[in-house]
Structure formats: structure tokens, C-alpha cells
């Protein structure tokens, strides 16, 4: 269900932006030399990361050096899975990290097999920590959500001085306020010199939609708090923002002016911090680094920007792509269509030999978004995230369910075998079509049985005579004609699908 499947989607959101991250702290240090606009544009690819759970799949992705999991959203979207995110209900929970050996040693101390299957043990963690997230996302909102109406009171008695400009008494610092009509608050104690470049300053953070990558910067923060790594993004980011637009401002009014801007911005830190007491999402810090920035600023060679501006741009490209998806092993071809498809086992108790009676299993597949797949022995239904279920197949009971695209549509049909009737039963397999709500299925009452085994990677049938366990025919489960048929194992090699 969606309740245990989110936190999982958003964990990995976390990791593959933590994986950015990295890679933009290391970028950075190489252009410490260059101008802050350059490293300001990169956490760009971190707040994507951040806030977008789908990306495209290209070779140029650089977290296929992580060997990251790639999964296929739709045709042309993908996601990055380091786990699971039905982990709560799959047999065998697997969790892949870009931090080697932590991946494995989580994968062997989680629930595996019967052990997973007989009683959930995974849901009560998943909830518990589905709840903590929930409870710290609310404190971070509400946290901002008082600041901001702190500070608004702190401005009741500013007054205007020009179009979207005013002066207040209670502000040690400009900054900029509002995000449809945003309005730049300078302190009353600013003197007349001083306006012009400190309004340019709030002017381009307001032509480049600083405050709207901020507020969405801060929502991000609230979404995955529990990650330090974007406390770290979150904060050099905004450093990196202020010294860009800094420079902006040197650039476009001379360096006559640096020695005169530096006083400036070193006598407004001395009048108070705006951030004590307030959220991160509003004002502006960190002034002895943007002192010390200017102090040391020189202007690189146009060949250097050129070719930093070049390596970022292939290393946004790079930061913002999944890796395309690893082909699946074994991969069958459909010998009668020309098509390919995989079989995914969920469940085979005839192999088992213990069908759980009173057991229900569910399971959520990625081609069906929004949809959760549950076994019980008497129906195979499809839960809905609306709540809304629909019934999809029943037996009694149903014996196994396997996934496999043979319709070569490319989503998976769920292929089962299955008893029916009451006082003589019969053995059928069936071929149930979610994406087309279409079935079809090997059945002859009274006259055949038919079973259902997952052998070297390939769906077999068998056909007994009924009530008898002489085997009559045994071949491939294939697709043809609108219909499911056995295709005989002495098939030539040319015509068989082969793993």
C-alpha cells in the first residue's frame, strides 16, 4: 500500500541527491577560483534531485559509476531504486547503497523468505518511521511558519521609499520578502551612500528568482530533514548565492566600489543577525565569508571560465541523468511473436509444497503505479491507493503467480495456476492481461489438467489427463493468436526461447 511503499521512494530521492551532493562539494573545491555563479548554478542539479523522483536514463549519468539501480518509469523516465519500494512486502528485500558493504550487510539482517512472508515484519518499522518523518516535516513547517510570521511583524511599521522598496526599524539586514510580488526591507540604518549597490544586491536576487530557489530550497530542507547532507547543500548553497550575487555587483558598478561595499556589508553584520531566532529560509549570513570572498577576488582568464562553465555543464548533464537499466537475467524470447519478456516469481506453493491458508501476500510492480497486487488462496486482487478493490481472478485455491510480459506489450501479465470446482476439481493456468483487463487461460473440465513451473527461467506447462499423473504434454508457456498455447519442448533451437 502507498502508506509503506512512500518513505522508501523518498529515502531514495535522499540518497541519489546525496550522491549529488558530494559530487558538487568536490566541484566546488576545484572552483574556489572561479566566479560563485558557476558552483551556485550546480546545486541547481541538487535541488532537482531533491524534488523530482524521475529523471532520464542516459550513459552519461555519472551515478552508474555507483552502480545505482536504474528503474524504468513510463518510456522514458526512469528512477534510481537503492531499495525496494514494496521492501515491506517482497519475499527477499534487497537494499543497494552507493556506500559499499552497508547495502549488503542491511540486505542480511532483513527478514528473508517465509520469515518476511508469515507476519509482516517489516510494517511496524516502516509505520513507525513513516510517522517520525511526518512529525519532523510538520515541526520544520511550523518552525518556518512562525518565522515568517515573526518577521512580518517585525516589518507592521516599515515604510515605503520606492517601488517594492521599504525602510524598517526592526531589520538589521536587507533581504528580500514574498515570493509572487517580492519586496526588498532595508534597514532604517542604512545610510543614502549605501543604497544604491545594496538595492542592486536585492534587485538581482529578485531578476535571477533567488527568493523563489530559496523558499523552494527551504521545502526541500523540511521534505528530507533527516538527511545531513542537505543541511550541508542547503547551507553552502546559500553562501554561494549571496557571494554570486556579491560579485554581480563589483562587476557591474567597478572594483571602485569593493572597498566601500566590504564596509558596508562588515557594519550591517555588526548591527544584528536577521537569522537569530528565525528560520533559514529568510535573511542573509555568512558576511565575514562574503568579506573575505571579495577580498580575494580575482578576475580568471576568459579561457578559464569558458572551460569551467563547459566541465559544469557535462557535470550537470551527468548529475541530473540515471543510468540507463541493467538488462534483466534470464530474458526469454518469444519464439511464436519475436518479442522478449522476463518472469518475475512471486509465489509457488505447489513448488513449496505449504500453501499458508489463511496467509495474504501483496505486491506493488512498477509498471502499475498507484496499484498494489494481493494473494490470497481463494482470489488475486488489485488494491488501489483510492482504497477501491477489484478482483481480479479465483481459485481454489490459487496455487502460484509469476509476472511475465507475454503479450509483448511491454507490462506484465500475471500468469498463475489455479484449482477450481467443487467435489471434482481441475487443475488450469491462467493468464491474467491488468493493463488490458483481459484473461485467458488452459483449461478442459474433466478431460485435462494443467500445471505451472518456473524452469531455468522459463514458464513450463504440463497437461495431465485428468485425475491421472501421467504426463501428456510439457512445453513453453507462450502467447499467440489472442490466446495462451503450449509450445512443445522438442521444439528446434531456432523456435524455443532460451534463457
Not at 540486505?107 to 518476511?116: D, I, S, V
Not at 527551504?218 to 542537505?230: D, R
Not at 488494491?383 to 481459485?395: R, T
Not at 518456473?454 to 490466446?483: C, H, K, N
Request: glycine letters at 8%.
Amino acid at each position: 500500500m502507498f502508506f509503506y511503499t512512500f518513505l522508501p521512494k523518498l529515502i531514495n530521492m535522499s540518497l541519489t541527491a546525496g550522491v549529488a551532493v558530494v559530487f558538487v562539494l568536490l566541484a566546488r573545491l576545484l572552483l574556489r577560483r572561479m566566479p560563485k555563479a558557476i558552483s551556485y548554478a550546480l546545486w541547481g542539479v541538487v535541488l532537482f534531485r531533491l524534488l523530482c523522483p524521475v529523471s532520464l536514463p542516459s550513459g552519461l549519468s555519472l551515478l552508474g559509476l555507483l552502480d545505482a539501480p536504474a528503474s524504468p518509469q513510463g518510456a522514458l523516465a526512469s528512477r534510481v531504486e537503492y531499495i525496494s519500494p514494496d521492501i515491506v512486502h517482497t519475499e527477499n528485500p534487497q537494499v543497494s547503497l552507493p556506500i559499499p558493504g552497508v547495502g549488503e550487510a542491511i540486505t542480511q539482517a532483513l527478514p528473508q523468505g517465509e520469515e518476511q512472508l508469515a507476519a509482516d515484519p517489516l510494517e511496524a518499522p516502516m509505520a513507525i518511521a513513516t510517522y517520525v518523518w511526518m512529525a519532523g516535516v510538520l515541526a520544520m513547517g511550523g518552525w518556518g511558519a512562525a518565522s515568517y510570521i515573526r518577521l512580518r511583524r517585525r516589518l507592521i511599521t516599515a515604510s515605503p521609499l520606492g517601488s517594492g522598496v521599504y525602510l524598517a526599524d526592526e531589520i538589521p539586514t536587507p533581504f528580500v520578502l514574498g515570493l509572487l510580488r517580492p519586496k526588498i526591507y532595508l534597514p532604517s540604518s542604512l545610510e543614502e551612500g549605501e543604497r544604491p549597490y545594496i538595492l542592486l544586491h536585492e534587485r538581482l536576487h529578485i531578476r535571477r528568482l533567488d527568493h523563489v530557489v530559496k523558499a523552494l530550497s527551504f521545502a526541500a530542507l523540511c521534505i528530507h530533514w533527516f538527511n545531513p547532507l542537505v543541511w550541508l547543500a542547503f547551507v553552502l548553497a546559500g553562501r554561494d548565492m549571496e557571494m554570486s550575487c556579491d560579485e554581480a555587483v563589483v562587476r557591474r558598478l567597478g572594483d571602485g566600489i569593493l572597498a566601500d561595499y566590504t564596509s558596508s556589508l562588515l557594519r550591517l553584520a555588526a548591527g544584528g543577525n536577521l537569522s537569530a531566532g528565525i528560520s533559514p529560509a529568510f535573511g542573509e549570513g555568512d558576511t565575514g565569508g562574503r568579506i573575505r570572498n571579495l577580498a580575494r577576488r580575482k578576475r580568471p582568464a576568459v579561457w578559464a571560465v569558458s572551460a569551467a562553465i563547459a566541465a559544469c555543464v557535462i557535470l550537470a548533464a551527468a548529475l541530473l541523468t540515471n543510468p540507463p537499466e541493467k538488462p534483466q537475467t534470464p530474458l526469454l524470447p518469444n519464439s511464436l511473436e519475436g518479442t522478449a519478456y522476463e518472469v518475475q516469481k512471486w509465489l509457488d506453493y505447489r513448488q513449496s509444497g505449504e500453501m499458508p491458508w489463511g496467509g495474504r501476500r501483496e505486491i506493488n510492480l512498477d509498471a502499475f503505479p498507484g496499484v498494489t497486487f494481493r494473494w490470497t488462496p481463494e482470489q488475486v486482487e488489485a488494491v488501489l491507493d483510492s482504497g477501491e478493490i477489484l478482483p481480479l481472478y479465483s481459485g481454489m485455491p490459487v496455487w502460484s503467480v509469476y509476472f511475465a510480459d507475454l503479450t509483448g506489450d511491454g507490462l506484465p501479465e500475471l500468469c498463475s495456476a489455479l484449482s477450481m470446482g467443487s467435489g471434482i476439481v481441475d487443475d488450469r493456468v491462467i493468464l491474467y492481461d491488468y493493463a488490458n483487463g483481459a484473461s485467458y487461460s488452459l483449461e478442459d473440465r474433466m478431460a485435462n489438467d494443467y500445471s505451472l513451473s518456473l524452469e531455468e527461467g522459463r514458464l513450463v506447462v504440463t497437461r495431465r489427463p485428468f485425475g491421472s499423473a501421467q504426463e501428456a504434454e510439457r512445453g513453453y508457456l507462450v502467447y499467440q493468436d489472442e490466446t495462451i498455447q503450449i509450445l512443445p519442448l522438442e521444439t528446434s533451437d531456432a523456435e524455443a526461447p532460451t534463457p
